[in-house]
């Protein structure tokens, strides 16, 4: 499957403009994943977004809170947050640069592989990836992108450049109060040396190859053995069918529970709707299809023990 670009654009030197390209570096799906299937309808489990008390809702009747404390939240619209969303900048310019050593591990973030767009591009851009393998040096610079900014280091990689998102220095959590407790004094010189030996005897170059992931080889194992198993049970979801609107068995239920609760038994026609759409019977289900008063009962059921509530 051909990489696709997550950027494209001009990276920038004082005055040299590059046109790059920025790919991921890592395969997110690499790595097996599985879907929930009801198992005694076959059926896919879908995440719906609900409130209790309510049921399913509308994505436009959603805000995004900010929690200010203990089940108090600031609400604000998300068209107020899309409006402060940066415009993706087609340049990405290299403003600093540091040894490589500087930048501690736990900063860096997501990698990504930065090509030259075409053939005359690339001879700007091998000029600045030996520049900075000559000088030993990381550029840095912020890439905007899907509407956030990044902090960005880039550093020679075999042929090419990676570019590494880094997090920025309010990301950091201090690591002063979990290390505090560790006594200060020197470790013990036997001790030491012993160590130091087994670490000499089991130093070798760097190779992710000669490491395995024991659970990944064992899932992969499992599954090849139930495929060739034809007593593996199977199901084919099919199409799934429309998120429903509005309305639904629960919500209805909920609301006939909350009318008994005060003192209303719900009406004739509402336990009517609630049996056409929940029971599914023959007869009702004529009655839903063949008349529409149905429907409307259905609908407005849920409706009146809110405003009696």
Known sequence: MASRAVW?????????????????????GARL???????PSGKPVRYEKTVPGIGPVKTA???KGYELGKDEYLLIDPDEVDEIRLETKKTFELVQFVEEREIPPLYYDKPYYVVPTDDLAEDAYRVVRDALRQAGKVGLGQLTMRGKEYLCAVRPC?????????????EIRNAEPLFSGIEDDPADDELLAVATQLIERKSAPF????????????????????RKN???PRVQTGDEPSRPKGTNVV?????LRDSLKAGEGGSKSGA????ARGAGSKSGAGRATSKSTAKPSAKSAPKSPRKSA
């Open 8 to 28: 494209k654009g001009q990276m920038r030197l004082s005055l040299v403009s590059i046109p790059v390209e920025v790919h991921p570096a890592v395969k997110s």
């Open 33 to 39: 994943s599985f879907r929930q299937i009801h198992g």
């Open 61 to 63: 009747d959603i805000l």
């Open 158 to 170: 075999g042929d090419g450049l990676l570019l590494e998102t880094l997090h920025y220095a309010d």
């Open 207 to 226: 190779d992710a190859k000669a490491f395995e992931d024991h659970y990944d080889t064992a899932l992969r194992g499992l599954i090849e053995a139930k």
């Open 230 to 232: 034809r007593k593996t």
């Open 251 to 255: 919500d209805l239920m909920e609301a």
């Open 272 to 275: 009517r709707g609630a049996s």
